[in-house]
């Protein structure tokens, strides 16, 4: 269907496009050009049924139980937006195309631009609110990636930051918003919560609600105070700017705020808080722009004042307003973005943005700057184009608020004022660049090749024909886009250029005489002033209070972390097993703790016995853990060791196989770990008197035997209750006829508890590429990774395993085999049949995809331990991240599978298939999520403990370079 289109086609192309030549800009901008295309006529397939006034739903099921479902839903306004939102996608890929360098890489730039495209669709046509949320993070992060594209410069870096900062947090309240709102409606659902409209503002949750969700809008729309992120964004390349600035990122806050007006809107907490917020920001944001000398800065300002301009539109409580609201953002994203190409232009050809090195540039660039001029026109106002009419609304919505007389009289001045701001820096824009002497640019001046110009022409034709003929050419999408804004009928208005003189039209030319007035007074000091932003505005410079804020805040937890931190690990676990400690014992106080009557399963020798020795091992490595770190890691695997034969004993054996996986690769990451800590200490070399040392080794016994006291008597009390809400009698009896499979741990884990398992995986691959970013500055050279057959002799050949060493005393050559690696070597296939079949059989039988890969992740580290680390990475290539990026991916389209086909997501499928000489196949899709599971853990495992070998290697060489002296040998620490 073409609203599945809609959803789905950006992401799809911005994977396509992150896998094509990076340099090849044709090939990335058609294709690129061809999903916006492909989304312009999804929605142009379903106008008629839009226009008639139909909602278009479409419905997966993700978490039914939860009420979670992923829904797309098309109205009138929906389709408004996401035409908007493609339509100048398709126009700014054209763009980029002639705007990028040849050495920027184009396969990076398209596909962030489709993932952004993506997300905004995702915000404009969710059905349901924490779908809208997360899509509304997702076009956070991809901007924050767009506007840092450049990542050599210093200024798009930390305008990334602080964009990304800002709108984040402020998604993080909507969050928060949404879900009190989805409790007082008692749904998420879009529909069910427009529909609630007066429950909600008679709430008595209705301010926090509120509160919460302009949070997030006005961050995200760059309103006041909260406007300072939107002019440092400018350092992103021109046509991001031109997008995210336009039609999609400023505009999503706006986008909310008339999403939810049906609801919100109507009280005077809503008038005064957005209302507020509009015209402080309508008003900060025209006059700062007015004293910009940088083209992009102008911009920017100037759409902050637009933005508030249609925000304090939403927040006058009136239908007429939000109708101006809808149709002012669509003329502010034709001529902003025709406005952000033309700069862009100018920039491309001349070198440079500055104003004052830029004039007399219309008798180079001719057709330029009749388009940038006409769009100046219509972002200040001018008659026939399309900003004039829209304008002509909000005035009108100004002079006939109904308010107290104060704000009935000064909001009409006020708007005015604002207006004269706008003609002032249009007047700048369009006659200081284009009008004057000759200019002095890098560069010399020269139209741009003519494709990239066309995307310009296009939006300044429709600025003319929208202003023009606007009834016939904009009105019926207007009203289409209004009415679900409205959320009833809609009111009276006409779309006329001319009404008569009235009080609008007479604010209209006041603000245009004026404006021109100021600007032949003081557009020439403007000019030469020097760009220190505008006079008297100190308390409102938003970057100042945000830096500031920021380091007040590191200053707080720098200081915090002096009074109550510490660099020692002891501290740290103590106090973690102390407070975890006092929480159990304040929990047993209010429920008390006592015994169940269920029965007792019979003591046994064996078992005494075996944890007899276990308690013996456990007692023995916290008591050499300080000074024989190695016998304490023996015994602490004995201990590991016989927690391994309980799990066998109590009839779990797949958290036995699972454990003992587990405790070979903890065993090695505790090896690896030994080699960065410090010299191991004499029992008279600890510092301070011993009894001091003493008292904390006897602290520290005694809340390690009070801790593990308590969660013994816990367990004890929980493992001898009845238990008749106990849900394992659930998946005892539906493993296999809802999972397909007998082994009930592992239908746990990749069918009823996939999405936790997904989300598990997620976590561990994230740690580990983590880790490996944190210690890859301290990885070695390839030269002089270490070999341990190395350290006995040379090697004969690369691919020989036979090894040379001399001897001493009567310099002969000896030659032999080097038996552990051929050992480990011949190792590796059986380690690899052996997790086959544990994968295999994991769905009826003990195994699975986690211990499958911690089986082959041991296998492979023993070749690095044997064979080396050079060994390894010429010869197997292993590339673990690309492990992890697959697995995480397998998983997720396991999901998305059952998705396509009208399940909810990670739903399982069983089939039964016969093969030739085999027979009859248990195929459980389950299996290709533990296929990404495996990967997962499979190439997590071996990319943190290869990280960690490398920083104990690298450390190894350091100590060694120390301690060897000339004539001796290597005393190593």
Not at 207 to 217: E, I, M, R, S
Not at 231 to 258: E, R
Not at 416 to 438: C, I, K, N
Request: with cysteine; glycine share 10%.
């Amino acid at each position: 269907m073409s609203w599945f289109l809609i959803f789905l086609l950006p992401f799809v192309g911005s994977v396509v496009a992150a896998l094509l030549p990076t340099r090849a800009r044709n090939l990335e901008s058609l294709w690129a050009g061809a999903v916006a295309l492909a989304v312009v006529l999804a929605l142009a397939w379903v106008y008629p049924e839009v226009a008639a006034g139909q909602v278009l739903v479409a419905r997966w099921s993700w978490l039914p139980s939860l009420g979670l479902d992923l829904v797309v839903r098309l109205d009138g306004f929906a389709w408004m937006f996401a035409l908007l939102v493609s339509a100048m996608g398709l126009l700014v890929t054209v763009y980029a195309r002639y705007y990028l360098s040849p050495e920027d890489p184009a396969a990076r730039f398209y596909s962030l631009l489709l993932g952004f495209m993506g997300a905004m669709l995702g915000v404009v046509v969710s059905g349901q609110l924490v779908q809208l949320v997360v899509f509304w993070e997702l076009t956070s992060v991809f901007s924050f990636l767009l506007i840092g594209y450049w990542t050599h410069r210093k200024d798009a870096r930390r305008g990334a930051r602080m964009a990304f900062t800002v709108t984040a947090t402020g998604g993080l309240a909507l969050l928060a918003g949404v879900l009190v709102l989805g409790h007082i409606v008692g749904s998420l659902e879009l529909d069910a919560v427009l529909a609630a409209g007066d429950r909600v503002r008679a709430h008595a949750l209705y301010p926090l609600v509120l509160g919460l969700v302009l949070l997030g809008a006005l961050s995200k729309s760059a309103q006041f105070p909260f406007h300072f992120w939107l002019p440092h964004a400018m350092a992103a390349p021109t046509p991001v700017s031109a997008y995210l600035h336009s039609a999609t990122m400023v505009k999503a806050g706006v986008f909310l705020l008339a999403r939810l007006w049906p609801v919100l809107a109507g009280t005077d907490a809503w008038f005064w808080l957005v209302g507020g917020a509009g015209l402080t920001t309508l008003l900060l944001g025209a006059y700062v722009a007015m004293f910009q000398n940088d083209l992009k800065g102008l911009l920017a300002y100037s759409t902050i004042s637009h933005l508030g301009l249609i925000t304090l539109l939403l927040g006058l409580n009136s239908p007429l307003a939000a109708v101006a609201a809808v149709f002012h953002t669509m003329n502010h994203a034709t001529f902003k973005a025709s406005l952000f190409m033309s700069v862009g232009i100018i920039d491309h050809e001349t070198g440079t943005r500055d104003m004052r090195r830029l004039d007399g540039l219309f008798r180079a660039m001719p057709v330029t700057g009749t388009l940038a001029i006409v769009a100046c026109g219509a972002m200040a106002g001018v008659p026939l184009l399309n900003g004039f009419l829209s304008k002509e609304m909000f005035f009108a919505e100004t002079v006939f608020v109904q308010a107290s007389p104060w704000i009935e009289h000064g909001l009409p001045a006020l708007a005015t004022l604002a207006g004269v701001f706008a003609v002032v820096y249009s007047l700048r824009l369009g006659h200081d660049v284009f009008f004057g002497a000759a200019p002095d640019c890098p560069r010399q001046p020269h139209e741009p090749t003519h494709w990239m110009r066309v995307p310009v022409e296009l939006l300044v034709l429709a600025c003319i024909v929208v202003g023009v003929w606007p009834a016939w050419s904009i009105g019926p999408l207007l009203a289409m886009a209004a009415q679900p804004v409205v959320g009833g009928p809609l009111p009276d208005y006409h779309l006329t250029v001319w009404h008569g003189f009235n009080a609008p039209l007479a604010m209209s030319l006041i603000a245009t005489a004026g404006g021109v007035l100021v600007y032949l007074r003081f557009g020439r000091r403007l000019k030469l002033r020097r760009q220190r932003g505008a006079p008297g505005l100190g308390w409102a410079d938003g970057k100042r209070l945000f830096e500031a804020g920021l380091a007040r805040g590191t200053a707080a937890a720098r200081w915090l972390s002096r009074r109550g931190g510490t660099r020692r690990l002891q501290p740290q676990i103590r106090a973690l097993i102390a407070i975890a400690g006092l929480a159990g014992l304040g929990s047993a106080l209010i429920v008390p703790l006592s015994w169940g009557d269920r029965v007792r399963v019979p003591a046994t020798p064996e078992f005494g016995v075996l944890w007899a020795i276990a308690g013996v091992c456990a007692i023995g490595a916290a008591w050499q853990a300080k000074f024989h770190r190695l016998a304490a890691l023996v015994m602490l695997g004995v201990v590991g060791l016989a927690l391994c034969i309980t799990f066998a004993w109590f009839s779990a054996p797949d958290l036995a196989l699972t454990q003992l996986a587990v405790e070979v690769v903890t065993l090695v990451l505790f090896l690896l770990g030994l080699r960065w800590m410090p010299k191991r200490l004499e029992r008279d070399d600890e510092p301070g008197p011993g009894w001091v040392a003493r008292w904390r080794r006897r602290r520290d016994g005694l809340i390690a035997v009070a801790v593990g006291a308590g969660l013994s008597a816990l367990s004890y009390a929980l493992l001898t209750r009845n238990a008749p809400l106990s849900i394992s009698p659930y998946f005892i009896e539906n493993a296999l006829p809802l999972g397909g499979g007998s082994n009930v741990v592992n239908v746990m884990l990749v069918d009823f508890r996939a999405f936790d398992t997904l989300g598990e995986i997620t976590v561990l691959g994230i740690v580990g590429i983590t880790v490996y970013a944190l210690l890859r500055r301290f990885r070695p050279p390839l030269e002089v990774m270490d070999q341990p057959a190395q350290q006995r002799a040379e090697p004969l050949g690369a691919d020989s395993d036979l090894l040379t060493r001399s001897d001493e005393a009567g310099g002969a050559t000896q030659r032999y085999l080097d038996v552990p690696a051929v050992l480990v070597r011949l190792l590796l296939p059986l380690a690899g049949v052996f997790a086959f079949h544990l994968f295999m059989r994991g769905h009826n039988e003990p195994g699975g995809g986690f211990v499958a890969g911690l089986v082959v992740a041991i296998a492979f580290i023993a070749q690095y331990m044997v064979s080396g680390t050079r060994w390894v990475e010429e010869r197997m290539h292993l590339r673990p991240p690309h492990w992890i990026a697959v697995g995480l991916l397998v998983a997720l389209a396991t999901g998305l599978g059952s998705l396509l086909l009208g399940h909810p997501f990670l739903t399982t499928h069983t089939a039964h298939v016969v093969w030739p000489l085999v027979g009859e196949v248990h195929l459980p899709t389950a299996a290709l999520f533990d296929l990404g599971v495996f990967a997962v853990v499979l190439g997590s495992t071996v990319l943190l403990l290869t990280a960690l070998a490398h920083q104990s290697l690298r450390a190894r060489r350091r100590q060694a370079s120390v301690a060897e002296e000339p004539g001796e040998g290597v005393e190593w620490k």
